[in-house]
T-cell receptor, first 116, second 113 residues
């Protein structure tokens, strides 16, 4: 019963380095979402992808952040030149179809990024 | 601005007791409301999903209610267990942009023996 798989679970980066977070959706799911949870705050939408397409990236900072969901392989959230403010938990979620009408969305266990 | 406010911020209850968590939202146009349970260091796990026409939904010892007119929801935990200790998050989505979930900050529940 493989759920949404994220790795690494914990990542430490020095300021200026790059962070790559990977997400493998549940089997049969073609819709992937990334959310960020800052300390003591609720999750915030970042980006919504389908295979090879970015559907909505309005929640993602325009600089240093990028996301992809290639035809083969996991979805990648990439943060270049990390700063301390990027320290957060990054959650990936997936669904088999769009979320219209309340379809269930399944979350991964998260990737905790610490920038030192 | 779409907002989801939860109360209380945290609460402590004794094992076996009941508790009720509140969620008020200003999200519009409303699509659906979800309650999630998030254990420390883990991802959120879905408890209930309710659309506009649903007033109540249960999942075991968890019962959620929704009043779409007043834009309020509650999550009732019956006969709490130690494993219920977690953060409970209210999540509301906007019609036609359901993936842009609006998350509350959560209520941290601690169940003590």
């Amino acid at each position: 019963n493989a759920g949404v798989m994220q790795n690494p679970r914990h990542l430490v980066r020095r300021r200026g380095q790059e962070a790559r977070l990977r997400c493998s959706p549940m089997k049969g799911h073609s819709h992937v979402y990334w959310y960020r949870q800052l300390p003591e705050e609720g999750l915030k939408f970042m980006v919504y992808l389908q295979k090879e397409n970015i559907i909505d990236e309005s929640g993602m900072p325009k600089e240093r952040f990028s996301a992809e969901f290639p035809k083969e392989g996991p979805s990648i959230l990439r943060i270049q030149q990390v700063v301390r403010g990027d320290s957060a938990a990054y959650f990936c979620a997936s669904s088999p179809d769009s979320l219209y009408s309340g379809n269930t969305i399944y979350f991964g266990e998260g990737s905790w990024l610490t920038v030192v | 601005k779409n907002q989801v406010e939860q109360s209380p911020q945290s609460l402590i209850i004794l094992e076996g007791k009941n508790c009720t968590l509140q969620c008020n939202y200003t999200v519009s146009p409303f699509s659906n409301l979800r309650w999630y349970k998030q254990d420390t260091g883990r991802g959120p796990v879905s408890l209930t999903i309710m659309t506009f026409s649903e007033n109540t939904k249960s999942n075991g010892r968890y019962t959620a209610t929704l009043d779409a007119d007043t834009k309020q929801s509650s999550l009732h935990i019956t006969a709490s267990q130690l494993s219920d200790s977690a953060s409970y998050i209210c999540v509301v989505s906007v019609l036609s942009n359901d993936y842009k979930l609006s998350f509350g900050a959560g209520t941290t529940v601690t169940v003590r023996a």
